[in-house]
């Protein structure tokens, strides 16, 4: 079998085709690209042509770097190769000023494949994790259609249509599939009435959680009906991703919101299911920034007008089976760090960085543009959400859930 090369989003697996001269037994292994961006053995700005020494600075490899293309080649003597191609980086010149190669459009690295085995690293690594889900196809459900197939006129109002026992079951058994696997799910043309939305996720015994906002949020511009509006949810700017109510000390399970009336511009909503992204956090970018985040406790402190609250845990609070329990990540809401010695402060800030920088990629993010009757409902847990900013009269009404009386009603045991 030929080498064969699998380009990762963040590394590349290189499996290779024949056995190694010493009988290792290593018969793939995993890059970085940086790391082979910074270690190319080329002779034309990498190395030296007369001594073959380094001349690459690794502080100038982006550590965001990826090939446009890899392909298996062979190298000036014949041997089996990989060969990388790049995008053009920039290095410094002789004053230490940074500067892109004159007329270069693409740079070429060629591994001999010998080379590769013997400088491996990340040699059958065992744990791994894929991205994050980020298609909103995977996570939609329409109502719409299933009222059309399963609905009960009887039973159904100009505001909700509803459906037949038979729809019902097949609507909870979605709803469970899509919050057991992703955390969230985006429910198409539900209908305008809040308070009936609120039983598709709770029994008739069960109420939603009230805070100190109310019983529904209703998030919009010159919000009359809540008390302690002063707060970003009420304004039209843009709220990045944070799940709710850190600074409490049990925080509800489960947040849905309902559509009642979108932006006319902007206000789109997007979700990362932060359970997936710490773990790719963990094994494909920083272990380092991983385990700070796990230990490192953090102040939350809600401070307005008429109201304060305060609760401290790490940004991933881990689980006995050390696994991720609980995310509390809210930029507004987070207070002065003062539990990290002042030598030690950069590092956590830069793992803070690292997070956020990954929250953020495209590949992480699942987006929803809700419209007028639609609903998103989301483990305030393990989902973050954000919105960006909008113009026009938004009106999103929000519920929380406790997350034990979601599960009861959609069958998990």
Not at 37 to 46: D, V, Y
Not at 249 to 259: M, W
Not at 279 to 289: H, M, V, W
Request: aromatic letters at 10%; one cysteine or more.
């Amino acid at each position: 079998m030929a080498v064969q090369i699998e380009l990762r989003p963040d590394w590349a697996r290189i499996t290779f085709g024949e056995a190694a001269d010493d009988g290792s037994s290593a018969d793939f292994a995993d890059y970085h690209y940086f790391w082979l961006r910074h270690n190319c053995l080329c002779l034309s700005g990498c190395r030296h042509p007369t001594t073959r020494e380094r001349i690459i600075d690794a502080a100038v490899v982006p550590l965001e770097i990826r090939p446009t293309r890899a392909e298996a080649t062979t190298d000036a003597d014949g041997a089996a190769a990989v060969a990388f191609f790049w995008p053009p980086i920039a290095t410094k010149d002789d004053a230490g000023a940074l500067v892109l190669p004159d007329g270069e459009e693409e740079h070429v690295s060629v591994f001999p494949v010998a080379w590769l085995r013997s400088n491996a690293y990340g040699v059958r690594r065992a744990e791994t994790h894929e991205l994050p889900p980020h298609d909103a196809a995977l996570v939609t459900i329409d109502y719409a259609q299933l009222a059309a197939q399963h609905g009960d006129a009887a039973r159904s109002t100009p505001a909700s249509q509803r459906l037949t026992a038979e729809g019902s079951a097949l609507y909870r058994a979605a709803l469970l599939d899509r919050l057991t696997r992703f955390g969230v799910a985006v429910i198409r043309g539900r209908g305008s009435d809040t308070e009936d939305i609120i039983y598709d996720f709770i029994g008739p015994d069960a109420d939603v959680i009230s805070t100190h906002f109310g019983r529904i949020e209703h998030l919009r511009t010159g919000n009359t009906e809540n008390a302690n509006n002063d707060q970003l949810g009420y304004t039209n700017a843009a709220v990045r991703l944070h799940t709710d109510q850190c600074y409490a000390a049990e925080v509800p399970g489960f947040q849905f919101l309902h559509c009642i009336r979108p932006a006319d511009a902007g206000g789109d909503n997007y979700f990362v299911h932060a359970e997936s992204a710490a773990n790719y956090l963990k094994t494909e970018i920083s272990r380092r920034a991983y385990d700070l985040l796990t230990t490192v406790p953090v102040r939350f402190d809600r401070r307005q007008t008429k109201f304060q609250a305060a609760h401290t845990d790490p940004i991933l609070r881990l689980g006995p089976d050390q696994r991720l329990a609980q995310v509390r990540y809210s930029y507004f809401t987070q207070a002065p760090q003062t539990s990290v010695p002042f030598a030690d402060l950069r590092e956590w800030y830069e793992a803070q960085r690292v997070w956020d920088k990954l929250l953020y990629r495209d590949d992480f993010q699942i987006k929803a543009d809700l419209r007028a009757g639609d609903v998103v409902i989301y483990d305030n847990l393990k989902v973050l959400h954000a919105r960006n900013g909008f113009t026009g009269a938004r009106h999103m009404a929000g519920v929380y859930l406790a997350a034990a009386d979601l599960w009861s009603h959609l069958g998990r045991e």
